[in-house]
């Protein structure tokens, strides 16, 4: 009855919400689908997170598996209009449900998912989820919350087809409590979820300042040639610059107004940065950043 199987998947696959998504070729070997620079709502239904694929030649490796399963079976079907590769591997960059909740899809396929030990600590499978109460439930059908089958705490280098991947956890807390990425050294490519952002101003809630700072600096080591980030458009060796620029101006700011005895509201007044004022998200999310960078800086 195993032949079944990609039947029963395909007819229930065709009952799932179409996100109509566009895949766009970065390398000769990585195809990602770039969401919108936004919060996570009915418009774009979780539409709001970047995913990748690797073509290894016998099969694909999928960076994070998205916000739901309606997401990871439209990214799916796409690629294999592209190219009819099985998926060998699913890997999650981090805990934040918009990049892997779309794990069950694959679940059901058998395939593998791999991603941090932090997933046993920090990644919530209880109903409702973020994602849940934010986007439609058209959407969200069918979508069950499913953790990594494979977690790791160490780097690890894979080899599956003719692609050699460094996985590469971060020593620090910093955009997560343990963010993974990963490198492809025969493309300098790099995959780094969200400890890079573009187009929109990053998220520090829940994350540590001075440890992202400290991983983008590790990973300038690796001199990746093309670099996507977990949201945002940009995939050049640049790619990381804005993120970096954000955070290192903000800390610096925060660190003045801490030593000149300002206040952590008045500081939250003080510490605009208009030259980000542009960027999407600016307005939700910057006064919390530099909120809680000052509640980090100040027991420095």
Same mark, same amino acid.
């Given at each position: 009855?195993?032949?079944?199987?990609?039947?029963?998947?395909?007819?229930?696959?065709?009952?799932?919400?179409?996100?109509?998504?566009?895949?766009?070729?970065?390398?000769?070997?990585?195809?990602?689908?770039?969401?919108?620079? @936004?919060?996570?709502?009915?418009?774009?239904?979780?539409?709001?997170?970047?995913?990748?694929?690797?073509?290894?030649?016998? &099969? *694909?490796?999928?960076?994070?598996?998205?916000?739901?399963?309606?997401?990871?079976?439209? @990214?799916?079907?796409?690629?294999?209009?592209?190219? @009819?590769?099985?998926?060998?591997?699913?890997?999650?960059?981090?805990?934040?449900?918009?990049?892997?909740?779309?794990?069950?899809?694959?679940?059901?396929?058998?395939?593998?998912?791999?991603?941090?030990?932090?997933?046993?600590?920090?990644? #919530?499978?209880? #109903?409702? %989820?973020?994602?849940?109460?934010?986007?439609?439930?058209?959407?969200?059908?069918?979508?069950?919350?499913?953790?990594?089958?494979?977690?790791?705490?160490?780097? $690890?280098?894979? $080899?599956?087809?003719?692609?050699?991947?460094?996985?590469?956890?971060?020593?620090?807390?910093?955009?997560?409590?343990?963010?993974?990425?990963?490198?492809?050294? +025969?493309?300098?490519?790099?995959?780094?979820?969200?400890?890079?952002?573009?187009?929109?101003?990053? &998220?520090?809630?829940?994350?540590?300042?001075?440890?992202?700072?400290?991983?983008?600096?590790?990973? +300038?080591?690796?001199?990746?040639?093309?670099?996507?980030?977990?949201?945002? *458009?940009?995939?050049? $060796?640049? @790619?990381?610059?804005?993120?970096?620029?954000?955070?290192?101006?903000?800390?610096?700011?925060?660190?003045?107004?801490?030593?000149?005895?300002?206040?952590?509201?008045?500081?939250?007044?003080?510490?605009?940065?208009?030259? *980000?004022? #542009?960027? $999407?998200?600016?307005?939700?999310?910057?006064?919390?950043?530099?909120?809680? %960078?000052?509640?980090?800086?100040?027991?420095?």
């Amino acid at each position: 009855m195993r032949w079944m199987l990609p039947l029963l998947l395909t007819v229930t696959a065709l009952g799932a919400y179409d996100f109509a998504l566009t895949p766009k070729r970065i390398t000769p070997e990585v195809t990602c689908f770039f969401g919108e620079p @936004a919060v996570m709502n009915t418009t774009n239904n979780g539409n709001m997170v970047n995913t990748c694929y690797i073509d290894t030649k016998k &099969s *694909y490796v999928v960076i994070d598996s998205g916000s739901s399963y309606a997401y990871a079976n439209s @990214a799916y079907q796409a690629m294999q209009k592209i190219k @009819a590769l099985p998926v060998e591997l699913v890997i999650n960059t981090h805990v934040h449900d918009d990049h892997w909740l779309g794990n069950g899809f694959f679940a059901q396929m058998g395939v593998k998912v791999l991603g941090s030990d932090d997933f046993v600590h920090n990644a #919530s499978i209880d #109903s409702p %989820s973020r994602i849940q109460t934010h986007i439609s439930p058209e959407a969200y059908a069918m979508t069950v919350p499913t953790r990594p089958t494979e977690m790791i705490n160490s780097d $690890k280098t894979l $080899k599956i087809g003719d692609q050699e991947l460094q996985l590469h956890l971060m020593k620090k807390k910093a955009h997560s409590a343990k963010d993974m990425v990963i490198f492809l050294p +025969k493309s300098k490519t790099l995959f780094t979820g969200d400890l890079v952002f573009n187009d929109r101003v990053p &998220s520090l809630v829940g994350g540590d300042i001075n440890g992202w700072i400290d991983a983008l600096d590790e990973l +300038k080591k690796l001199k990746a040639t093309t670099i996507i980030g977990g949201h945002g *458009y940009r995939t050049d $060796k640049k @790619a990381a610059e804005m993120t970096y620029n954000y955070l290192t101006d903000m800390r610096s700011q925060v660190r003045a107004a801490i030593a000149d005895g300002i206040s952590i509201d008045d500081t939250v007044a003080k510490v605009t940065m208009p030259q *980000y004022k #542009s960027l $999407k998200m600016y307005e939700t999310l910057h006064r919390g950043n530099v909120e809680a %960078s000052y509640r980090m800086l100040e027991w420095e």
